[in-house]
């Protein structure tokens, strides 16, 4: 009797140290401390108020591992569904880092050259009226320097235009990745269901990603969350224009579907180096245009797909994502193996995504 009760006292005393130690579970940030699970959780617990955030779904990367991944909120408000690791959030314009590692594997087979003008591989009717797009190339998209806008719904007439000579300049545009779509979708010979294919094979099924697609899955749409806006209020998308207009299509720039557990299998395989040559990151994580300095004289860089700046963030490549109902932010640092990837069902999630890199270079809580 008394033998067992001392086993009782020590399994006790083992579940209450795991349960502790698991409360208080540390993450390594950014300025190398440690930072507990807790404080982390109750940040951003706070900032989701402050933001009218409903739902929120993170994970956090330390030495190429998923060392935190927590969901908050709600992926119904009206339904009280809570978020959960399933959960599957729109990326908005993290879809171009993606895209343009899936254009490198088109580079690499030989079936792509980067600096080929595009209407070599498919003239393009819609801009046909002005002869500077024949200069334009798949570099030149990939960095945003094509001249084009970044949607011609946002001009007066709604028609495509070239705003500058091609290479010129730079302005952030949806525009030349779909183009760039279009010419892979050329290439391959192929519609836009292939094209999604032609991603699982080259690079999701490489990665072991589960659950990111371009084009939307039964799956991914039983467990998509609801979009809401920056007051919290719900997003009809159906009766929503960009919804109907890109419904069923590989938009490069903005359509790719993810969750925050499958977006780090991508970025451990950035950072490791993963599928593509050495080369071929040479060529992503070249600085390409200058998009602005901050008041401390840092530059900060667009690559092909990527942004980055000067030092001390010269290994940091990041990108945010604003959907109608959708944003979401992640950054990676290349050479500490270091990331996060956060999506949340709001207009005011990218704005967070920035507070929390912010968070994580505190030099101490």
């Not at 330390?62 to 909120?73: I, L, M, R």
């Not at 938009?251 to 950035?270: A, L, Q, R, T």
């Not at 690559?303 to 992640?330: E, Q, R, V, W």
């Amino acid at each position: 009797m008394i033998k067992k009760i001392q086993n009782l006292l020590i399994f006790l005393v083992l579940v209450i140290s795991f349960t502790s130690c698991h409360s208080q579970k540390k993450i390594i940030n950014l300025a190398g401390f440690d930072v507990k699970t807790d404080s982390i959780n109750t940040f951003l617990k706070s900032r989701m108020d402050s933001l009218n955030i409903p739902g929120l779904s993170i994970a956090v990367i330390n030495d190429s591992k998923v060392v935190y991944h927590e969901t908050f909120g709600f992926a119904n408000l009206e339904k009280k569904i809570p978020i959960t690791e399933k959960t599957i959030f729109e990326g908005a314009s993290i879809s171009k880092s993606v895209f343009a590692f899936f254009v490198m594997k088109f580079v690499e087979e030989g079936k792509l050259d980067l600096d080929k003008p595009l209407f070599e591989y498919l003239p393009y009717e819609d801009i046909a009226y002005d002869d500077r797009y024949k200069k334009i190339t798949a570099r030149m998209v990939l960095s945003h320097r094509s001249g084009f806008p970044n949607w011609r719904e946002n001009e007066e007439d709604k028609k495509l235009k070239i705003k500058f000579e091609p290479d010129t300049d730079y302005e952030y545009s949806g525009e030349g990745y779909q183009y760039l779509a279009m010419v892979l979708k050329q290439i391959e010979d192929t519609d836009w269901n292939g094209l999604e294919m032609l991603f699982q094979k080259k690079v999701a099924k490489p990665l072991k990603l589960e659950h990111t697609v371009f084009i939307p899955t039964s799956y991914t749409n039983e467990h998509k969350a609801e979009p809401y806006n920056n007051q919290c209020e719900w997003i009809d998308l159906k009766n929503n224009y960009w919804y109907k207009k890109d419904k069923g299509v590989f938009v490069s720039s903005s359509s790719i579907h993810s969750e925050p557990i499958d977006f780090s299998k991508w970025m451990i395989g950035v950072m490791n180096k993963e599928i593509l040559s050495k080369e071929s990151y040479n060529e992503l994580f070249k600085h390409r245009s200058t998009i602005s300095t901050s008041s401390t004289g840092i530059n900060v860089y667009y690559t092909l797909g990527y942004i980055t700046a000067d030092k001390p963030y010269n290994s940091t490549y990041f990108h945010g994502g604003s959907n109608d109902g959708f944003t979401c932010y992640y950054l990676m640092d290349i050479s500490k193996k270091w990331g996060y990837v956060l999506f949340t069902n709001s207009e005011n999630g990218e704005r967070l995504g920035n507070e929390v890199w912010n968070y994580f270079e505190k030099k101490s809580e």
